[in-house]
């Protein structure tokens, strides 16, 4: 019998696939239960933008069409809503299609890229699948302004000759911490111009704190960065699988040249277009998420459980027990909520936020699962 996977890129042979959240399905089907609270995945819980909705049941008729392989629409849309152009622009089967896009087209055997510990899980993930070397820089600790947060510092100091990429999740998944403008500007000035600095902005939309800055205004400046912004959270659109990023027209080329050429379904720009124009849609969103957070964080509080301050649509918060059994029990009241151990975060479960109505129904559910 041929073992395959000692034939396998060495990056592969260690390569230990993302988890994803468990689908709501997957909990019915395995428990016999319904009406299941899926906060497990940062997803919107308001749910799509109906103009989005609309404009895929308009397009449905064109399925035997091929997408628009260069996105020309809502490329320009974007373009514009950035105030950039065009060939600025870079679109995605989500931003992860994009993270992948960076570690393809800069990364391989004998370079490396540096990311925070605590960090969102693919960016580790894309690094070794090219069997580069992921370097984790030691996060701020537990009791810093920004608890488990990016240590810019710390990830400068991991720097080299042969480091092509640096991961910055601003705000982060699964802290939900975030780094401030002149922090970030700091940094910036600081890499190697031929290090390609990729500032994840995935929850971009829902942050309100004043000193948060929008990298996207920072691309004429710094020819090495690159924003990569998604779809699938305030915009409630995760099941089509679109993301983007801005950078210089010289990265963004590059990428190009990378990526298969109906990357983007015609239903996901359709619909990303009709998105980007729902202003009501993601102010509610925000609303939403404000008051949830506020109620999560208040009710955490109120029990004495620790959390990571977010400005995110998540909170991340310390059960101070091994997790596994709590996350089982609120999985057999109906609530999926994400265990962060491989984050690095032994003792935390995250939790996104939902409705207030949802939330109630986590905090019920997290009272029985601690007391049993
Ligand atoms: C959810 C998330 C993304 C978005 O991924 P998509 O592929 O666009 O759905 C990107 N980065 C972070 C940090 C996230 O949490």
Redesign the pocket.
């Known amino acids: 019998m041929v073992d395959f996977s000692v034939l396998a890129m060495p990056g592969v042979q260690a390569l230990r696939p993302y988890e994803p959240g468990k689908p709501v399905a997957t909990l019915e089907r395995e428990l016999g239960i319904r009406d299941v609270v899926k906060l497990a995945s ?1 997803e919107n819980p308001l749910g799509p933008s109906p103009r989005a909705v609309a404009a895929i049941q308009a397009a449905l008729d064109d399925l035997h069409i091929y997408p628009d392989g260069n996105s020309f629409a809502l490329k320009e849309a974007l373009a514009n809503r950035h105030g950039l152009a065009p060939e600025q622009v870079i679109l995605g089967n ?4 994009v993270l992948e896009l960076v570690a393809r087209t800069w990364l391989g055997q004998g370079r490396n890229a540096v990311f925070s510990q605590h960090a ?1 899980a ?1 960016y580790p993930l894309v690094v070794q699948a090219v069997s580069a070397e992921g370097r984790a820089a030691d996060a701020l600790p537990a009791d810093a302004a920004q608890p488990f947060g990016h240590d810019l510092d710390a990830m400068f100091a991991r720097v080299d000759a042969d480091t092509r990429v640096v991961f910055v ?1 601003n705000p ?2 699964p802290t939900g911490t975030w780094v401030s403008a002149g922090a970030l500007e700091r940094f910036l000035a600081q890499v190697p111009a031929e290090t390609l600095v990729v500032v ?1 902005e ?2 971009a939309e829902y942050v309100e704190a004043t000193d948060y800055p929008d990298t996207t205004q920072w691309v004429q400046r710094f020819p090495n960065l690159l924003v ?1 912004r ?4 305030i915009h409630g659109l ?1 099941g089509l ?1 679109l ?1 983007y990023a801005v950078s210089s027209s010289g990265v963004a080329e590059l990428l190009n040249r990378v990526r298969q050429p109906f990357n983007v379904n015609s239903l996901a720009q359709t619909a990303g277009l009709a998105a980007l124009a729902d202003a009501e849609h993601v102010a509610e969103s925000v609303r939403v998420n404000r008051e949830g957070l506020a109620q999560v964080a208040a009710a955490l509080g109120e029990r004495s459980l620790e959390f990571i301050p977010s400005v995110g649509n998540f909170i991340t918060f310390d059960v101070r027990q091994p997790p596994g059994p709590v996350y089982e029990r609120l999985l057999h009241q109906g609530v999926i909520v994400r265990p962060v151990a491989n984050y690095g975060l032994p003792t935390h479960l995250r939790v996104t936020i939902g409705t207030r109505g949802e939330n109630d129904r986590f905090l019920a559910a997290l009272d029985h699962a601690l007391k049993a």
């Open positions: 940062n989500g931003s992860n299609e969102f693919v999740a982060n998944n994840d995935a929850y990569t998604t779809f699938s959270k995760a699988r993301g």
